[in-house]
């Protein structure tokens, strides 16, 4: 008892605050992400965005699997769903009838995916920080 009699109530009510707005932020970050994910063309322009994050540079003159080969050579451990995402793409966008394979679901393959790409991300960032930390 003598502790919560110390203990401030403006600091409990703040970081009650913190943790509601924390918990605000990821609930509108998944929602955000789920109707990217949505949407496979959208959805494939956010592995483009991936790979220009992670230092790849595509030309558009690729194809998409031609982009493909580029990210997955940068991030084998993610190859299953980027060229999964990418296959659900051409098809909607190159097929006859335009469309992708019902039974896809883009939202899990993201799942699995974001990991690993922000591993990847991550671990550029520290071996370049660590190149220009060598050269000082």
Known sequence: EPFLAEFPSW????????VLAA???LFAAEE????????VSKSYDRLGRWASWL?????LAQTPYERVDMLV???PDGSRPIRSLTRQFVLSRFSRAQ????AFDA???WQSLRPVLLRQMVSRRIDSLRVRLSRK
């Open 11 to 18: 600091q409990g009510g703040g970081a009650v605050l913190a």
């Open 23 to 25: 918990g605000g932020g």
């Open 32 to 39: 955000v992400n789920r109707r990217a994910e949505a949407d």
């Open 55 to 59: 230092g790849l540079k595509p030309s």
């Open 73 to 75: 050579t940068a991030v």
């Open 99 to 102: 469309n992708g394979d019902e």
């Open 107 to 109: 939202h899990s393959e």
